[in-house]
């Protein structure tokens, strides 16, 4: 009896610390790797064996921090591990704690921001509010108009350096990854295509990676009972700014803003 009473005191304690653990760390946000305090982030200071220096405070616009009998510490540019470890030591080295252990954690971030424009329903500026915030995260916070995912995705970093994504790939995860400080996200809508003539649905549609001429045949609903798969033609832009009309084979690749006109067979 005794030993039954024992462990299920055990599986108590064990129950309440799994449970204590989970809303502690629902309440608090996972610091990001790698995360470097800024101006305007929240900064949550604990110092164990006493309250009297506990305290919420937001990082000011030059990177300081006030602390109870510290005045004001510097700690822009240091991550929270670091925000500690200074604290604890001028603490020791003004005499007001012998051997503080401090614990400084993030309450709210507000330094670390993206933006995002373009083809986006709401423009603007994101805040990395949460460890390992993806694009893919942003997109859909900021409403990215894709269309069917053939968009590109632009990102220009904080060094000016720029690469394009295209959104398909972003979106089905093989390009998505975690945003990264001060980057800049610019949405691109998918380019598009016409078809007239003898298709069962003529009008604009957009352009997949890859779209052939007879791939976008098939998107029109494809050919009426009076279309001809031999008589293809492109409107298109040439090099000089006209237009230039070609004939195509099915097989060819269709580029932005391609007119393609479907004819009909002669009976």
Known sequence: MQRSLHAFFFMLMALSTALYGSAASAQ?????????????????????????????????????????????????????????SKLASEFRRNGILIDPVVNVTIGEYRSQKVSVLGAVARPGEYILDRS?????????????ILGKGAGIIRITNAEGVQSDLPAIHVM?????????PNETIIVTEAPTFFIL???????????????????????AGGLTPRGAKNKLRV???AEDGGETTV?????????????????SRIF
């Open 28 to 84: 608090s946000p996972a610091v990001q790797p790698g995360y470097v305090v800024g101006s305007g982030d929240v900064l949550k200071v604990a110092v164990y064996g006493t309250n009297a220096y506990d305290t919420v405070v937001q990082v000011s616009a030059d990177g300081t921090i006030p602390i109870s009998e510290l005045g004001e510490v510097a700690v822009g540019g240091l991550s929270p591990a670091q925000v500690a």
């Open 132 to 144: 390992g915030l993806k694009l893919t995260d942003l997109l859909a916070r900021s409403g990215a």
């Open 172 to 180: 089905s995860g093989e390009l998505d990854r975690a945003a990264q």
């Open 197 to 219: 003539g003898e298709v069962q649905r003529p009008g604009s549609y957009p352009i997949e990676p890859g779209l052939t001429i007879e791939r976008a045949v098939a998107l």
């Open 235 to 237: 409107a298109r832009k």
């Open 247 to 263: 004939r195509v084979d099915r097989d060819d690749e269709v580029l932005p803003n391609d007119l393609i006109r479907v004819g």
